[in-house]
Nanobody, 115 residues
């Protein structure tokens, strides 16, 4: 059973920073890829950032230059460092991991950016 647990969300002023964490129940390097998505209610999830097991990263154009995805294999944790936050970044952020063709999701953590 794979579990992903996010933390680090909260309320921050526009221009501020947050670091989200995703703790996995197994070694993060086992996953083909891990990433972060966010979802507007009633719409599809938007991929924000992804890191592959080889360490390659990719970002949505809406956040490129403001966020960094990284992982700590020793802590079984993936991070999303978000800087220069905007009010439109206010969403629930979900961690995901792809393993043996299956994608697992965490419950999400709320990020709220005030003006």
């Amino acid at each position: 059973q794979v579990q992903l647990v996010e933390s680090g969300g909260g309320l921050v002023q526009a221009g501020g920073s947050l670091r989200l964490s995703c703790a996995a129940s197994r070694t993060v390097s086992d996953f083909n890829a891990m990433g972060w998505c966010r979802q507007v209610p009633g719409e599809q999830r938007e991929l924000v950032a992804v890191i592959t097991n080889s360490g390659r990263t990719n970002y949505a154009s809406s956040v490129r230059g403001r966020v960094t995805v990284s992982r700590d294999n020793a802590k079984n944790t993936v991070y999303l460092q978000m800087n220069r936050l905007k009010t439109e970044d206010t969403l629930v952020y979900h961690c995901s991991g792809t393993l043996f063709g299956l994608t697992y999701w965490g419950q999400g953590t709320q990020v709220t950016v005030s003006s």
